[in-house]
């Protein structure tokens, strides 16, 4: 991934809906996800690496796709304008943001290529081989998510990336519910199949941290701001700002305290010694 690094995690803040179609309020979500005036004794960055957000050239257009033409009222309502797409990206950058946006449509794959540092694939095209090809050719890193996919459907997909190049495609773990409830998560799946990682739809705080110690190192999670309506689609799975903090926080603080696999004496028990028979 392109983005300033502390360590192997690598976390995306998804706005989804949240912006509510409302420039300012995009520009307020990156601006507080990337916020660098948090700090911990633990120096781990508490800000996320990339913040993501959603294109779609029309809301029929996806319905049609879908075959879901009863929320096309819906996706054209928190459809994203185009000309916000550079000025996100500038917003993003500003602050040492990756700059992501998923899409539907293979048409607008082009449409967004220009702006963003990857790519994001929904679970309902991650069985869409053409789709993913479409995003190849551009040469930069394809994020996955697989959310509703089978067992064997799971194992195509991972032989496609056997097949791409591990670099290319990375391949998340999700449960395509809203919100997710935790008996559904199943995080032993990261580690069963080797993937690469997490998208979230539980808003549980500590969930990313679970996820990392069961092997995830790429994680997104829906974010949204303390204004946003209880009525919009993402509310339900979605941090507030308060959560994004503990969200980003403990999934860092995983990864120090997974540390290596070396049993060691430690600085701090080092003086301790002395006293061992």
């Known amino acids: 991934m392109t983005g300033p690094r502390l360590g192997n995690s690598y976390i995306i803040a998804e706005v989804g809906s949240c912006h509510e179609r409302l420039l300012e309020t995009a520009r307020e979500m990156i601006r507080h996800a990337g916020d660098k005036e948090k700090d911990t004794q633990l120096r781990i960055r508490l800000f996320p690496d990339a913040v993501k957000f959603q294109y779609f050239h029309s809301g029929k257009a996806v319905a049609v796709h879908r075959k879901a033409l009863q929320f096309e009222e819906m996706y054209e309502r928190y459809r994203l304008p185009l000309e916000w797409l550079p000025m996100l990206q500038k917003e993003a950058k500003e602050i040492g943001l990756d700059f992501m946006c998923t899409t539907y449509l293979e048409e607008d794959i082009q449409v967004v290529a220009p702006y963003v540092d990857m790519f994001k694939i929904a679970s309902f095209e991650a069985m869409n081989r053409k789709f993913i090809e ?62 690469d990682g997490f998208s979230d739809h539980t808003a549980n705080p500590v969930m990313g941290a679970l996820a990392y110690m069961a092997g995830a190192r790429i994680f997104e999670a829906h974010i949204r701001t303390r204004k946003t309506p209880k009525d919009n689609p993402d509310y339900p799975h979605a941090l507030g700002p308060d959560e994004l903090l503990d969200y980003v926080t403990n999934i860092r603080t995983a990864e120090v305290a997974l540390g290596n696999n070396l049993k060691q004496t430690q600085p701090g028990e080092a003086m301790y010694r002395q006293y061992m028979s």
């Open 134 to 195: 479409a995003h190849l050719k551009y040469h930069k890193p394809i994020i996955i998510s697989t959310g509703l996919l089978t067992s064997d459907e799971l194992l195509r997909l991972v032989a496609i990336r056997a097949e791409v190049g591990y670099d290319k495609i990375k391949i998340l773990h999700c449960v395509s519910t809203y919100p997710c409830p935790i008996e559904e998560i199943h995080l032993s799946v990261i580690t069963r199949y080797g993937l």
